[in-house]
């Protein structure tokens, strides 16, 4: 039983290894205001006000538009 149970945590393991590996940070979009047309960059929605106008986009400027999704 210890060794499925060695064999299971050294799986689990490699498999977390094996993401964070991988693991790119998220792409940045570009975001418009309802009220006042102001535009903004983020990972991530900036809620109900905003608009997603463009991206993804590499960098935080929104300037880098990835080419390849």
Not at 50 to 63: L, R, S, T
């Amino acid at each position: 039983m210890k060794r499925h149970l060695a064999i299971l945590l050294l799986a689990a393991m490699a498999a977390l290894a094996a993401g964070i590996a991988t693991a790119r940070p998220a792409w940045w979009y570009l975001y418009q205001s309802r009220v006042d047309g102001q535009r903004a960059c983020s990972q991530t929605p900036l809620g109900e006000g905003w608009v997603q106008m463009a991206g993804p986009f590499k960098d935080a400027h929104c300037e880098k538009l990835v080419r390849n999704k």
